[in-house]
């Protein structure tokens, strides 16, 4: 019998993914669909082969600084916990990340960086969890600013009602909860002792906190202010590099509309990502930084 259960209970849990396999499939099919109903095949392929390949270069330049930024921000929240930490071994476990999440659903490149290189990263499968809460945190915050701004100077109603709502909840709590890691850490991790200690199984009552205590503990990278500043400054970096990269593949295709189009189709495809889709979020990426574009004059070919 004892041989049996993990069988069991791994069936079990691919019979649980499934049904979200599924319905992502089906999601990224109807945006798809959306996204370019209204496009004429022709009309696309004339564009691509209009294409000029200098600011191709300088997109792909622009795109492998940005990651090289993000790879630099994630060692910094990692030597914060091993000092000793070379950056050398951050590169490969998060483009590793970055091509599973790309191929493979439900964001299984983060179960990836967190539990396939603890060697490598001298570091525990919850400190590195606490690392990616961060990014994501700070990602939400600066993607919501670059939403706003386009939003304020649009001045209309230009983004699906339920996805600027949506974007606003989750805005509002990532700040507060970037905020909150910053002022009431210690009050946050009471209250995650609190909620363990009213299980009913003592030995998962003393796992359980203990990985909480691993969490916490990884958190600390947000502290002291001065360093939360600056983990926000490298992101935006990250992102400006990300939007230049959008900027320069537009200029390739000669896009019309705003200068600014390309930064607000950033902010509003990727915040999209977080809607469950298929690997690679395809259709939710593509409608959302269509109606980006063209919420600032770009062209719906």
């Known amino acids: 019998p004892r041989s049996i259960l993990p069988e069991t209970q791994t069936a079990r849990a691919r019979g649980r993914r499934w049904p979200r396999i599924v319905l992502g499939w089906i999601i990224a099919a109807l945006f798809v669909g959306l996204a370019f109903r209204r496009v004429s095949l022709d009309e696309m392929l004339a564009v691509l082969r209009s294409a000029r390949g200098g600011p191709i270069a300088l997109a792909l330049l622009a795109l492998t600084a940005g990651f090289s930024v993000r790879i630099v921000r994630w060692w910094q929240m990692l030597r914060v916990l091993e000092p000793g930490l070379p950056l050398r071994a ?13 191929t493979l659903p439900l964001r299984a490149g983060d179960v990836v960086r967190a539990v396939g290189f603890r060697s490598a990263l001298r570091a525990s499968p919850m400190a590195v969890v606490g690392t990616l809460l961060v990014e994501r945190l700070l990602d939400v915050v600066v993607l919501l600013a670059l939403l706003f701004a386009g939003l304020m100077m649009l001045g209309g109603n230009v983004i699906p009602r339920p996805f600027l709502l949506a974007g606003i909840a989750v805005g509002v709590v990532a700040a507060c909860g970037l905020l909150a890691l910053v002022v009431v850490p210690t ?5 995650a002792h609190h909620i363990v200690r009213r299980i009913p199984s003592s030995r998962w009552q003393t796992r359980l906190g203990a990985l909480v205590d691993q969490l916490f503990d990884s958190l600390a990278i947000v502290r002291p202010p001065r360093r939360t500043l600056a983990l926000v400054s490298i992101t935006a970096l990250a992102w400006f590099l990300e939007g230049t990269a959008y ?12 200068a600014f189009a390309p930064w607000f189709a950033l902010s509003t495809g990727t915040l999209a990502t977080m ?8 259709g939710t990426f593509d409608f959302f930084a269509v109606r980006g574009l063209t919420a600032f004059g770009t062209s719906h070919v």
Do not use: E
């Open 90 to 102: 951050c590169v490969r476990p998060f483009l590793v990340s970055i091509a599973v999440n790309n």
């Open 187 to 191: 009050w946050l991790r009471s209250i």
């Open 275 to 282: 809607i469950p889709s298929s690997p690679g979020y395809v």
């Open 247 to 258: 900027a320069s593949v537009a200029w390739s295709l000669r896009a019309d509309g705003s």
